[in-house]
């Protein structure tokens, strides 16, 4: 059976999402799984102190976007059979590029995944009605990770490969590695 071609398109402030991103690619590239990684960005980076920034708060909870740019390039959704979305949660909700992203990318996937990256518990089926909402469909898959998870090198791993799985297994092709116990 094929393997899956993957896209993963986030966007990461601090760097927590863009190491849950980047972790994915691994056990996914050895599944046969060729994977490529985007980055959506504010066209306008948001400022520190980010708690107290009003833009950032406007745009993520009154206007639910924002001008976005892409690293290397915005991605052609339909070369891929499972699109990865990642984001921080932000007051209870996406970062407001990748809101941007699954506004004008309206059911443009194939299969879409999901993951987001928080301090707290976060209720991942609140998450998937935001998608709806924004997307036109909620996602195949929808996880979050905090960044606690994310700070431990072993957890990190043994999360990626989980997630990894179940994204080959949604694409029906592929065999993701077990991860290693720590
Ligand atoms: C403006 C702002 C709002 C946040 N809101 C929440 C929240 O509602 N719930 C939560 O658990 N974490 C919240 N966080 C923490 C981030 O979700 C967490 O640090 C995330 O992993 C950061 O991802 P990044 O490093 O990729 O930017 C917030 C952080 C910022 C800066």
Same mark, same amino acid.
């Given at each position: ?10 966007? #990461? =402030? ?13 056990? %996914?590239? #050895?599944? +046969? ?25 406007? !745009?993520? %909870? $009154? ?15 339909? !070369?891929?059979?499972?699109? $990865? $979305? ?16 699954? /506004?004008?990318?309206? =059911? +443009? ?5 999901? *993951?987001?990256? #928080?301090? %707290?518990?976060?209720?991942? #089926? /609140? ?8 997307? +036109? ?25 989980? *997630?990894?799985?179940? *994204?080959?297994? %949604?694409?029906? +092709?592929? /065999? *993701? ?6």
């Amino acid at each position: 059976m094929a393997v899956a071609r993957v896209a993963v398109v986030y966007y #990461s =402030r601090t760097g927590v999402t863009k190491t849950v991103a980047e972790s994915l690619a691994e056990p %996914l590239r #050895s599944a +046969g799984a060729p994977v490529d990684v985007y980055g959506v960005l504010p066209a306008e980076e948001y400022s520190r102190p980010l708690h107290f920034n009003p833009r950032l708060a406007y !745009e993520t %909870l $009154v206007r639910r976007g924002t001008d976005v740019k892409f690293e290397p390039e915005e991605p052609r959704l339909e !070369e891929y059979d499972v699109v $990865v $979305v990642a984001s921080p949660v932000w007051f209870n909700t996406l970062a407001p590029p990748v809101q941007e992203f699954l /506004r004008r990318h309206r =059911r +443009g996937a194939r299969s879409l995944v999901v *993951i987001t990256t #928080s301090t %707290l518990d976060v209720d991942c #089926s /609140r998450v998937s009605r935001v998608v709806e909402e924004l997307y +036109g469909s909620e996602p195949a898959l929808c996880v979050n990770v905090r960044s606690a998870q994310v700070g431990d090198p072993a957890e990190l791993r043994r999360i990626s490969c989980d *997630i990894s799985r179940k *994204i080959v297994n %949604l694409a029906g +092709g592929g /065999r *993701i590695p077990e991860a290693e116990s720590s």
